[in-house]
């Protein structure tokens, strides 16, 4: 290892520091010689715990291929757990999560028989866990019980879990039964079981896939975040005292599909929801609001009924390549083509890794259909009859001067040449004193409102307010700043 000395000069002060680079250190369950700090695979741990016990901020610990059930660790009163991450290192196998699992230990019982179970992983801040199988954990007693596979113990946000399989564990009386407090990117999660947020609890998830996870609340996710996953195949129990959100219960959602999950009594689908954006929600069911039940924001989502109060949703069946196999990718002619909002994505990649935006605008749902032949939505399209192979994308059929593209663009009607995207003229007004600014508009869309005193210049118009609301027929905007004899020139675009 090569150790630096580093000069700092503070106030005029000279003072040496040791800058010590990051090491890597080695664990093989079948190691025959282990020897700390095993910075080599010759001196490696057979047991991870003490591989992290011996690392540094930023070093990074690698396991090669084993099942480790052996061992166990508290950190403060967060119950046992199988590995516990108490400082910034990467904790990451070698040939990933199908030969590399973490194994906790379960318990029957409650109460104080709980004291005896073991979680798989405790992660503190800007730790990072890559590339395991998480199973048969159990999440204990004490100010932590949460998270049975993995949990979020200590420090001033969760650490990062990747590229891992969290697969039958167990957060009985407490909540998420997978996964608890932390960011979870490329995971599958499946199989896990809590009394709220059988999948994840409190945690944002990327890129992820929950399927057949149970809880009373959330069957596979509650609360947190979710962006570009997958939710199927969920279950939120009927205990006898209610049951909620089959799919997600209580959480913000985005570019995400989610299918098939169930609920013993209210939202099959999702339950309670905060911002729902970009989301296929379709073939859920429950006794009460199979897809969607309780509060929440939808914008741009394909789901059933229409959600109350939303924005740019339909109710179009999304059109599955193979509902019935599981296979949750998009037709050729799904109405989810090109329907989403642009603003709302923020992956570059869907969730089979191909690019998140092909057509110009990002498809509703997990997955990306990568050979659209139109740019404009394809339920806006299907909506007024017209082809989806691009042949109708240029034409104007009403005549009205605006093609399809800029009519879908404005969310005007292509078929009615009254509806258009029109400054009306506007009117003075003196309380307060300015210009009432007011255009034809649709209560779906968002607008900006530019204006230029000198038509000549370059550029000519600038921006005087953005994220108008639409509103339904007319929308109006008061300019104060439009005082004395002017001139004043205004235009109006769609965000």
Not at 54 to 80: E, I
């Amino acid at each position: 290892m090569k150790i630096q000395l580093v000069r700092l000069l503070v106030a005029g002060l000279a003072f040496w520091g040791i800058n010590v680079p990051a090491a890597t250190l080695y664990v093989n369950l079948n190691s025959t010689n282990p020897v700390p700090p095993y910075t080599d695979w010759s001196i490696a741990a057979t047991n991870i715990q003490a591989a992290v016990d011996a690392a540094n901020t930023g070093d990074t610990v690698l396991v090669t291929n084993g099942v480790y059930a052996t061992g166990g660790r508290k950190w403060f009163d967060s119950g046992t757990n199988r590995v516990t991450l108490t400082n910034a290192v990467t904790l990451q196998s070698v040939n990933g999560p199908a030969v590399t699992l973490i194994v906790g230990s379960q318990v029957v019982g409650t109460g104080m028989a709980l004291t005896n179970a073991v979680r798989c992983v405790g992660i503190g801040n800007n730790a990072v866990l890559s590339g395991f199988t998480l199973t048969n954990g159990e999440a204990g007693t004490g100010n932590y019980p949460m998270g049975g596979g993995v949990a979020y113990i200590y420090g001033s946000g969760g650490g990062v879990v990747s590229n891992c399989l969290l697969i039958g564990n167990l957060a009985t009386n407490s909540t998420g039964g997978g996964a608890y407090g932390v960011r979870l990117i490329n995971c599958q999660i499946t199989g896990n079981y809590a009394a709220d947020g059988g999948g994840a609890d409190n945690s944002t998830l990327y890129n992820c896939v929950l399927s057949g996870n149970s809880a009373q609340f959330g069957g596979g996710i509650y609360g947190g975040t979710a962006n570009n996953c997958l939710i199927v195949s969920n279950v939120a129990i009927n205990t006898g005292t209610g049951a909620r959100g089959g799919g997600a219960y209580g959480a913000a959602l985005s570019d995400c599909t989610v299918a098939a999950n169930s609920s013993g009594q209210q939202g099959g689908g999702v339950d309670e929801s905060h911002t729902v954006q970009n989301c296929l929600i379709y073939y859920n069911s429950a006794s009460f609001g199979p897809n969607i039940n309780g509060g929440g924001i939808f914008t741009n989502c394909c789901t059933t009924p229409l959600p109350t109060g939303g924005r740019s949703n339909f109710t179009n069946a999304p059109l599955f390549v193979n509902l019935a196999a599981g296979d949750f990718h998009l037709q050729a002619n799904s109405p989810c083509i090109n329907s989403g909002y642009n603003a709302y994505t923020t992956a570059t990649h869907d969730l089979d890794g191909n690019p998140r935006i092909t057509g110009g605008t990002v498809d509703i749902g997990a997955y990306e259909y990568q050979t659209p032949t139109s740019v404009i939505s394809y339920a806006w399209l299907q909506q007024y009859g017209l082809p989806t192979d691009g042949s109708a994308d240029n034409a104007d059929p009403d005549g009205d001067g605006m093609n399809n593209y800029k009519e879908w663009i404005a969310g005007t009607d292509p078929t009615d040449p009254a509806s258009i995207l029109k400054m009306l003229v506007p009117a003075s007004t003196n309380n307060p004193p300015g210009l009432v600014v007011s255009w034809q508009s649709v209560s779906d869309r968002t607008y900006y409102l530019q204006r230029s005193a000198d038509l000549s210049a370059q550029p000519a118009f600038f921006t005087i307010q953005s994220n108008i609301t639409g509103q339904m027929d007319t929308t109006s905007f008061t300019d104060t700043n439009a005082v004395g004899l002017g001139p004043y020139f205004y235009r109006v675009g769609v965000q």
